[in-house]
Every structure is written in C-alpha cells, then in structure tokens.
C-alpha cells in the first residue's frame, strides 16, 4: 500500500522558515510531476507549487519569491522550502502528485497523506 507521509510544519512567527518533507512509504517506482498543496479552513485545498520530472517548477503567485520545491529522486522525497511566511500561509499541507506503482504505470494524485499542519502567528 503506498502512502505519502508529510512533515516538517509546526508553529513559527511571521517572518520565519520552514521546510516540509514527503516521504513514501510503500513500493513505488518514482515519480513524474509532484506538488505541494495546501488547505486553510473553511478553504478548497489548492496547489501551492508543483514540479515536473525534469526540475521545472510552478508556484502559485502567492508563493512565488519565497517558496521552492525540490525532489530528491533517489530518495523518492519532495520539499518545500517556505522561506517568508505569512499568517495566510497557515494550512494543513499536502503532498501529491503522479506516482509510479509499476515501471511503466503510474497514478495520478490517488494518494492523499494526513498533511502536515503549519501554522504561522503575527
């Protein structure tokens, strides 16, 4: 059974950084594009950044200048460097994404994690 296990939110003030992790746990074979999304309360989750199998990267014009997304393909690992957070950053943080369970087939955004709460005070 693949999981993705999110990490790395806590408490911080505004101003501050922190750096999220996802993990699997579970057989994969890698994965293609992944992203990172976000759900405030009362709020439909939304991507947040994304990227593709060759590095390239989007950010949601929120974002943009103070968030990077990362992956590690060995490691089968995403980050998300949040650098510059703001009290509307606060979320509950998700991982997702395109995700090999074969070698030649993969799933697309099938496997939400329990996220990773962040939450950022004035």
């Known amino acids: 059974q693949v999981q993705l296990v999110e990490s790395g939110g806590g408490l911080v003030q505004a101003g501050g950084s922190l750096r999220l992790s996802c993990a699997t746990s579970?057989?994969?074979?890698?994965?293609?594009?992944m992203g990172w999304y976000r759900q405030a309360p009362g709020k439909e989750r939304g991507l947040v950044a994304s990227i593709t199998s060759g590095g390239t990267t989007n950010y949601a014009d929120s974002v943009k200048g103070r968030f990077t997304i990362a992956r590690d393909n060995a490691k089968n690992t995403v980050y998300l460097q949040m650098d510059g957070l703001k009290t509307e950053d606060t979320a509950v943080y998700y991982c997702?994404?395109?995700?090999?369970?074969?070698?030649?087939?993969?799933?697309?955004?099938?496997?939400w994690g329990q996220g990773t709460q962040v939450t950022v005070s004035s």
């Open positions: 579970g057989r994969i074979f890698g994965f293609k594009r």
């Open positions: 997702n994404g395109d995700i090999y369970v074969t070698r030649d087939y993969y799933r697309s955004n099938a496997y």
